[in-house]
């Protein structure tokens, strides 16, 4: 069965301390990994897109990293503006839809 | 920036009536999808289509339905609506099977 499992389930930084938000996955033939932003009562914000393990993309404050076996979020010197939920999604390749996982609720403190 | 709309934005509506959430896009996706979401948990996928006069339920059983007439036009009807409904309902569609979803703003719907 496929799984995406999300850690940890809260995070409170300071700003500018810099942290990485992890996401695991188990699935029968990744087709890609998806990176989403969620601020209360809004859609999912998407972000990044990864499709083989070694892979990164940027994004102002944000990086995101594959493996075969997890991706990292990291988020480097954040700021307020940077408080939201961090939603990972995996397209296996056996499914037709996304997996998402249950977030990481960020806040950053001032 | 994606171009998919959702109206409305909240919905109040009583025990009983029947509903219709709307969803437009203007990308030309051929995918499209309605998910359900809780405060504080997980989407869930109730219904997808993958183009015109296609349509399949989802992971999450849902008494809800769709139709696909068009290519960015895909509606969700509540034929009765009770307590139960009450949840958010976002839209998203994707120019593939294997690449990113963009979402809407959500409808948040109270049955009361």
């Known amino acids: 069965e496929d799984q995406v499992t999300q850690s940890p389930e809260a995070l409170r930084l300071q700003e500018g301390e810099s942290s990485s938000l992890n996401c695991s996955y188990t699935v029968s033939g990744l087709r890609g990994l998806f990176w989403y932003r969620q601020d209360p009562g809004k859609g999912p914000e998407f972000l990044f897109t990864l499709y083989s393990a070694g892979e990164e993309k940027e994004k102002e404050r944000l990086k995101a990293t594959l493996t075969k076996k997890e991706s990292f979020l990291h988020i480097t010197a954040p700021k307020p503006e940077d408080s939201a939920t961090y939603l990972c999604a995996v397209n296996p390749g056996s499914a037709r839809q996304l997996t998402f996982g249950s977030g990481t609720q960020l806040t950053v403190l001032p | 920036e994606a171009d998919i709309y959702q109206t409305p934005r909240y919905l109040v509506i009583g025990t009983g009536k029947k509903i219709t959430l709307e969803c437009s896009q203007t990308?030309?996706?051929?995918?499209m999808y309605w998910y359900q979401q809780d405060p504080g948990m997980e989407l869930h996928l109730i219904h997808y289509s993958y183009g015109v006069n296609s349509t399949e339920k989802g992971d999450l059983s849902s008494e809800s339905t769709v139709s696909r007439i068009r290519t960015e036009h895909f509606p969700l009807t509540l034929e009765s609506a009770r307590p139960s409904h009450t949840s958010q309902y976002l839209c998203?569609?994707?120019?593939?099977?294997?690449?990113?979803?963009?979402f809407g703003q959500g409808t948040r719907l109270t049955v009361v």
């Open positions: 990308m030309g996706h051929d995918k």
């Open positions: 998203a569609s994707s120019a593939g099977r294997h690449t990113e979803a963009f």
